[in-house]
């Protein structure tokens, strides 16, 4: 099982952009499929993005040509580039950790992403 703690979230203005970041403590990082979740208000756990251990990547149609999943092995980094902020992308946002092959799940604490003006 991996550790994971998430930062970089805030209040920000419809527009906006917001970096987020996840760093995991893992003695192998590589072997982990990577992303980033979010909880409305009210509402379900929703995947916003992810990238495999491999460096594919899959958005949500909500999401798409706005935000950017990345990931930095040497670092044990995973990255959560959101722009053109808008007020439904307010949520709680968590880094998920799923271990390859044995579909081993890790999760963060979150970090609360409000877009408002």
């Known amino acids: 099982q991996v550790q994971l703690m998430e930062s970089g979230g805030g209040l920000v203005q419809p527009g906006g952009s917001l970096r987020l970041s996840c760093a995991a403590s893992?003695?192998?990082?590589?072997?982990?499929?990577m992303g980033w979740y979010r909880q409305a208000s009210g509402r379900q756990r929703e995947l916003v993005a992810a990238?495999?251990?491999?460096?594919?990547?899959n958005y949500a149609d909500s999401v798409k040509g706005r935000f950017t999943i990345s990931r930095d092995n040497a670092r044990k980094m995973t990255y959560l580039q959101m722009n053109s902020l808008k007020p439904e992308d307010t949520a709680v946002y968590y880094c998920?950790?799923?271990?390859?092959?044995?579909?081993?799940?890790?999760w963060g604490q979150g970090t609360q992403v409000t877009v408002s003006s």
């Open positions: 998920n950790a799923e271990r390859v092959l044995t579909l081993e799940p890790s």
């Open positions: 893992t003695r192998i990082f590589s072997i982990y499929n």
């Open positions: 990238i495999t251990s491999a460096g594919r990547t």
